[in-house]
């Protein structure tokens, strides 16, 4: 859902200030959206490789906690900043 204030139009600043906490947290959240993207791309690579069933399954799931932990850390900045 679209906030309602990015509906209006509003100068530059006007909108800075409504959403400077966002705004500051964008570059941390970018790296966070790569890190998941990597995490994601490295589980397919698995599903797709040679290993056991049991290796697979193995990796995966540490990897989808790695992911599960970065989502977990993010979440709260993004709260607060809305």
Not at 33 to 60: F, H, M, P, T, Y
Request: proline residues 4%.
């Amino acid at each position: 859902m679209i906030p309602k204030n990015l509906l209006t139009k509003a100068s530059p600043k006007d909108f800075f200030d409504e959403n400077q906490g966002i705004m500051v947290q964008r570059a941390s959240l970018g790296r966070a959206n790569r890190k998941v993207a990597a995490i994601n791309a490295r589980i397919k690579q698995i599903k797709g490789g040679g290993l056991s069933a049991d290796e697979k399954r193995r990796q995966i799931d540490l990897l989808q906690l790695r992911k599960k932990q970065l989502i977990e850390r993010v979440i709260p900045a993004i709260e607060a900043a809305m």
